[in-house]
């Protein structure tokens, strides 16, 4: 999996990640390999590979103009991906279950973090 070290420019995977660890999964969940991305993306923001067990969000995010409230957001999110793996219902798969989206709920900023990830 090719990916940039978690340690950015500007945010720290890793220091976010035992964070939101802490905060809202006690502490329990397994940390997964993190990065950032080798090429800067607007449209994907981050994503869980579950092949590799590795998050990844775009180098785009790791900037001095975007607050660290919308990196713990995309984190968090992809963070959910383990907690909540995907669903089949027949051929159909859903990636963003029930109760995927109402721990998402759960995140202190959320209405904020999706305002500022819009603007960018």
């Given at each position: 999996?090719?990916?940039r070290p978690p340690k950015g420019k500007h945010h720290d995977l890793e220091a976010l990640f035992e964070d939101l660890n802490f905060r809202y999964f006690y502490g329990l969940m397994a940390c997964p390999a993190l990065g950032w991305s080798v090429r800067e993306s607007r449209s994907i923001l981050?994503?869980?590979d579950p092949a590799h067990h590795a998050i990844v969000l775009s180098s785009a995010l790791d900037k001095p103009s975007v607050p660290r409230l919308a990196v713990e957001y995309v984190l968090f999110h992809e963070m959910l991906h383990l907690r909540h793996p995907e669903?089949?219902?027949g051929e159909r798969r859903c990636v963003h279950t029930r109760a995927f989206r109402e721990a998402e709920k759960l995140f202190d900023g959320l209405d904020v973090a999706k305002m500022i990830l819009r603007r960018l």
């Open positions: 999996k090719q990916m981050g994503h869980y669903s089949h219902n």
